[in-house]
């Protein structure tokens, strides 16, 4: 009996603070989308609204390399009156509404990042929230960040109440279609060690996958690119070896507990563009240790499966085995 599932990641270039523009852009790179042609897209993190940086940067030591990090759109709204303007309420805002729209007409799951709305008065906080929505349009599960940058989220940001698991009917079991798949999902810094101060190997988002037994771990990103500019290795396309092995060898890296777990797949979905002087990184990809991708490896090494360009919007599906 075999166990597929079709997922569609869309590396998109938001216009900042113009979330109107910002769809019409996701709309153009969907359109080649048939009905019944995926199980899930996933968009980045904050996907609609865009990021003023204003150059937060950490260094996080890994046991081999030293990494430049600064994660998540939002990092650089600078106050909670700066951010105000673009919360959503996760019933009618113009992120789940689009959400709602394209799940029912492309007959797909949507994950996708949002600024939401706290229902409480005069609470100048907000969550940095994924939703997730059904392929008949509802919204099945508001997932908030749990793991926050220290500095500046707590300017306007409340973190989440803990990792979560979440079932998604986006197998394909022998052609057919809406079967249940156990996933784990999260928001870009919760790959990363909680607040920069935990061990590096405390994995704490891929353990809990692992221990949850999740089937596809599933992370919005926005996520920098803090190499030195103008990239020396950079190409036209943007998929050069020089280019993106290291952000696909640090992401594989952080799923190493999950690894230990047979025919397990990571989809992590980044945003591009550049604004003011921060230049994302994209390199969207999925990565897996399923043999079926492996030529018949027997242990439980991960390889990266497809990944998209460092720099170019751009829309990767891939179809995935499941355990």
């Not at 769809?23 to 609204?49: G, V």
């Not at 709602?100 to 492309?106: C, D, I, Q, S, V």
């Amino acid at each position: 009996m075999a166990r597929t599932t079709k997922i569609a990641l869309l590396q998109l270039e938001p216009v900042f603070k113009q979330p109107e523009q910002s769809i019409i852009r996701a709309n153009s790179f969907i359109s080649s989308i048939k009905p019944n042609d995926i199980d899930l897209l996933m968009l980045p993190e904050m996907a609609f609204t865009g990021e003023e940086p204003d150059a937060v940067i950490c260094l996080i030591a890994t046991p081999n390399i030293l990494i430049p990090f600064t994660s998540i759109q939002g990092y650089n709204f600078r106050s909670f009156e700066d951010i105000e303007p673009y919360i959503e309420s996760e019933v009618d805002g113009i992120t789940i509404t689009w959400a709602k729209e394209t799940a029912k007409k492309l007959n797909c799951h949507v994950i996708i990042g949002f600024p939401q709305k706290i229902q409480e008065p005069d609470v100048k906080q907000i969550h940095n929230a994924m939703g997730i929505v059904s392929n008949q349009g509802e919204l099945i599960k508001v997932y908030h960040k749990t793991q926050l940058y220290p500095p500046v989220d707590p300017l306007w940001a409340r973190p989440g109440a803990g990792f979560s698991m979440v079932d998604l009917n986006i197998a394909r079991v022998d052609g057919q279609r809406g079967k249940p798949v156990n996933c784990c999902v999260g928001i870009c810094m919760d790959l990363s060690p909680n607040r920069f101060e935990a061990p590096f190997e405390a994995y704490e988002l891929s353990t809990f996958a692992t221990k949850n037994k999740a089937e596809l771990l599933l992370c919005c990103m926005a996520w920098l690119d803090l190499g030195p500019q103008p990239n020396p290795n950079r190409t036209e396309m943007g998929k050069s070896a020089a280019e993106t092995s290291e952000q696909l060898k640090h992401w594989d890296m952080r799923c190493t507990p999950f690894w230990s777990l047979e025919n397990r797949s990571a989809a992590i979905c980044n945003r591009v563009g550049v604004e003011s002087e921060a230049v994302y990184c994209g390199t969207s990809c999925v990565i897996s240790n399923s043999k079926s991708f492996k030529n018949l490896m027997k242990d439980n090494t991960s390889i990266v499966i497809d990944y998209a360009s460092k720099q170019k919007p751009e829309l990767l599906m891939v179809e995935l085995p499941l355990p």
